[in-house]
């Protein structure tokens, strides 16, 4: 399994490319201005990344609990990108209606706009961090304590 700054790299890095590409973009699909996209980004890439490093620890000890290991096939990465991002669905939705002054159906289908766009990077983003950081084969059991 990873070890705790191994999921804070993985968590920081997917959360920095991931602003970079849906501000602008969203400013200009939503035609808001890019501050406010900027802030619903931020807040957005806060709460995910918090979530980032939570999901991914406990989907990775149900695989473990499960399965016996946690190397993920394409199923598994498929169920995995989207029970993150219906959880992200859930808890962002609320703020961007009231951020926006927009209703909820409008702050949803923005929501899942969003959560379309990520839950591809998602997929993206952790099959090749696995390629550039391959999960050892061999790891202690994580106990939230960094490793050197």
Do not use: C
Request: charge should be negative; avoid cysteine; proline fraction near 5%.
């Amino acid at each position: 399994m990873r070890n705790t700054r191994d999921r804070i790299r993985q968590a920081v890095g997917f959360e920095l490319i991931g602003l970079a590409i849906v501000t602008p973009l969203g400013a200009w699909i939503y035609d808001h201005p890019m501050q406010n996209i900027g802030v619903i980004a931020i807040v957005g890439a806060t709460l995910a990344t918090v979530w980032n490093y939570f999901f991914n620890l406990l989907f990775d000890h149900a695989m473990q609990r499960h399965l016996g290991y946690v190397q993920k096939s394409v199923y598994a990465r498929i169920l995995h990108a989207v029970l993150f991002e219906l959880g992200l669905l859930l808890a962002l939705m609320p703020f961007i209606a009231w951020f926006l002054e927009i209703s909820l159906l409008q702050a949803f289908l923005m929501d899942v706009s969003f959560s379309l766009f990520f839950m591809v990077y998602t997929f993206v983003y952790s099959w090749a961090y696995d390629v550039i950081f391959p999960v050892p084969m061999h790891t202690e059991p994580d106990t939230g304590q960094p490793s050197e």
